[in-house]
DNA sequence: CCCACTACTCAGTGTTACTATCTACTGGTA
DNA sequence: TACCAGTAGATAGTAACACTGAGTAGTGGG
């Protein structure tokens, strides 16, 4: 990926995340294929794992096993109250973020 | 500054700070000032001028050196040709990132 | 029997912003 | 004189993050 974008995603890519699951349950490798669909074409596989395992350890999911007819068994990630909490306050910083560097943007169209 | 912030500013600091010199050649502490007037009130001194290290290294950047009447010499730089065409990239990828994330966004309200 | 697809995991790396601190120049004031 | 606030720049050390590349497993088809 490029490494403008790969630097943008610090920070956001876990709201991303938590976003998707807010949609629906999923488990990891169907949220990879989510990501795509939504125009995250170049996500590591990896990358997302890693986000997992953190929002897993900080308890914003509840998780459940569940065996697969295709593959290995899935870990569903469910959002919890924690999780909806986290994403709420990850909207709210993103529209800050969001107003700012698009008011700049505008002045520099001037 | 809160975490999420933090992190979010990562990958998208620089292009605001060349977007700022877009406006108009500045130094460190009057950039540092004319960010906080924009509403990114957190951001670090320190941090700036760790900013415009890399900016100059990587060459985005014509360096003036002028006395100041009220202190030490100010280092004033002006954005030059490989800057806007690194400015430009950032307006591209952040357009990029704004519109999957807003229409994820508006996927969870419906 | 091998391969593609599905599904998850992990160690090592590079980049980034922050904290805390330091140097240095000017002018005002106790 | 001595001190301090404001101006101006620099840096070492730290924590967090996404990526690369590789590995482990399970299923079904050629």
Redesign the interface.
Known sequence: M?K?????????LE??VL??L??QPAYGYEITARLRE???EDIAEGTIYAVLVRIEKRGLVDIDKVPSEKGPPRKVYTLNAAGEASLH???G??S??????????T??HE
Chains 1, 2 share one sequence.
């Open positions: 490029g403008q974008m790969t630097e943008m995603l610090k920070g956001t709201g991303v976003a998707i807010a949609l939504r125009g995250f306050e990850f909207w910083s993103w800050a973020l969001e107003t700012r560097i698009d008011q700049l943007r002045e520099g």
